[in-house]
Structures are given as structure tokens and as C-alpha cells.
């Protein structure tokens, strides 16, 4: 089994049309476009639209992974506790002949909606192309391995293949981390000194190699 596919937060948050939606919660990352495609025009669709790019790990028991419930006080019954109002694949709080319970999995449960893990914590960093001097920035995950972070970049550099990846002089091994390569992530140190991240970002340097791959 491959590495599981790491997204930011702002890369959940521009999937936020009906036609493009993704959320996150309890960790990971969900395209339920679509669900939306299949229940398009349904009234129970609105509050996952509402929730589209965003994070909805608050609708669930992070024990159970099911969505929270409450004590309703008209029938002192246990269900789904929903205040943004009822949604998809969630039952009606009262006996209803019309709900169709033949859908299977709920969509929350459904491993087909999912395309990867919510990473834990972000960061900055700056590359600087030795040959051209060019310098992007660019936020990462730091579960992310250098190769995974070389792919986020080739929309900068098509041929960062083929560069030699370096930090402080020596050479990065690609299938470690920023911070297995020791690159520590200093952004709460820069807090508390009320230091601007983005003026001492930690820099890695691309060394242009003579095997030009193509684009």
C-alpha cells in the first residue's frame, strides 16, 4: 500500500461549490461531490453545502466516529444531534413512511468518498532556484516526505527532478521529512518571540543537475 495523499487545510477549503465539495473531519479528507451529484435538489443537502471546504469534526463523536446525538425533549428519545438542521442519510426524529433507508453505508462511513489525511500541522517554507534565482514559498504538510513536497513545487519548476534538493549545504534524502532531514519547524519559536516567519524561513537551495527531464 502506497503513502496516503496529505492535504492542507486551504487545499480542503477551495472545494467549496456544490459541484466541487469536499469537507474534512477526524482527521480526514472527503470529496463529496459525488453524493451531492446523487441527492442534487434534496432540502437535506443543504447543510453539508453549507459546510463545503471546511471541517465538520464538531457533527461527530470522535469516540464512537458516528454522529453526535442528544436526548430529544419532546420524546426523550436518543438522535443525531443536528443544529445546522437534518442532512443526508440521517433519520427523520419521528417515524416517517416516506424515508428511505435502503442506502446502504451513510456517506460518513463510506471509504469511497475519501481521498486522503487532513495534516495535523502546516508549515512555510522557501526554494530558491540556484540557477534561475528564482524563490517560491510555499505551504506544506509535515507529514509530507521531500518527494511529496518536490510534487507540490512542480507547478513552479516542471524540472525540479531534475535538482539536486539541499538545506544548509547538504543534501536532502527525499523519502524523509522536512524535519527527519532536519529541518525543524520553528514556527512556535517565532511566535513567541514575535519573530516574522516569512523574513527567516528556513531556505532550501535546488542545485540544477546536466539529466534536464522532461516536462
Not at 472527503?30 to 459546510?51: R, W
Amino acid at each position: 500500500m502506497g503513502r496516503p495523499k496529505y492535504f492542507t487545510p486551504n487545499e480542503v477549503s477551495v472545494h467549496s461549490t456544490v459541484d466541487d465539495l469536499w469537507v474534512s473531519f477526524l482527521g480526514k479528507v472527503y470529496n463529496l461531490t459525488p453524493l451531492c451529484e446523487k441527492y442534487k435538489g434534496d432540502v437535506l443537502l443543504k447543510p453539508i453545502i453549507q459546510a463545503a471546504g471546511k471541517d465538520i469534526s464538531h457533527w461527530f463523536n470522535p469516540k464512537t466516529k458516528e454522529i453526535r446525538t442528544h436526548v430529544d425533549p419532546q420524546t426523550g428519545c436518543v438522535i443525531p444531534y443536528c443544529p445546522n438542521g437534518r442532512f443526508v442519510h440521517i433519520p427523520p426524529p419521528y417515524p416517517d413512511s416516506d424515508w428511505a433507508n435502503d442506502f446502504g453505508r451513510p456517506w460518513w462511513r463510506d471509504e469511497g468518498y475519501l481521498v486522503g489525511i487532513l495534516s495535523k500541522k502546516t508549515r512555510q517554507i522557501k526554494i530558491i532556484n540556484t540557477l534561475t534565482s528564482q524563490e517560491h514559498q510555499i505551504e506544506v504538510c509535515t507529514e509530507e516526505i521531500m518527494t511529496e513536497i518536490l510534487e507540490r513545487y512542480l507547478k513552479y519548476n516542471a524540472h525540479a527532478a531534475s535538482y539536486t534538493w539541499k538545506y544548509d549545504g547538504n543534501n536532502l534524502d527525499m523519502l524523509k521529512t522536512l524535519t527527519e532531514n532536519g529541518i525543524d519547524d520553528e514556527d512556535e519559536e517565532f511566535y513567541q518571540l514575535g519573530m516574522n516567519e516569512d523574513t527567516f524561513l528556513q531556505a532550501i537551495h535546488l542545485y540544477f543537475n546536466d539529466d534536464l527531464t522532461e516536462a
